[in-house]
């Protein structure tokens, strides 16, 4: 379910998407997420993607985890887990064949 964000004057809105809940073994949570402009008003978005380098293991930054706290996500590769992420999500013709 949808619900309004109210708008909190001299805020900034950041998303941390998916890579920093996996760097932070869930500490920081990555939520889908929509932006609808009913203000009537001109509305700026600036993105900024911060990402590792392309053979940078991708795992919890070890502040997220200890003896209580195991790791969620198994350590992958930032190019492995890009395929991953861009398959799921984009790739559209092999989903609608793997469904028929």
């Known amino acids: 379910k949808w619900i309004d964000a109210p708008a909190i004057p001299d805020a900034y809105v ?7 809940q996996r760097w932070t073994n869930d500490f920081f949570l990555a939520t889908p997420h929509r932006a609808v402009n009913r203000s009537g008003g ?5 993105p900024f993607f911060c990402d ?6 991708i795992a919890a930054v070890p ?4 003896p209580d706290k195991p790791p969620k996500y198994p350590t992958t590769y930032y190019t492995d887990y890009m395929v991953w992420y861009q398959k799921r999500n984009y790739d559209v013709l092999n989903q609608a064949q793997d469904a028929a």
Request: overall charge negative.
């Open 52 to 57: 590792s380098n392309i053979d940078w293991p």
């Open 14 to 20: 950041v998303n941390g998407g998916q890579m920093l």
């Open 42 to 46: 001109e509305r700026y978005a600036i």
């Open 63 to 66: 502040t997220t985890v200890g």
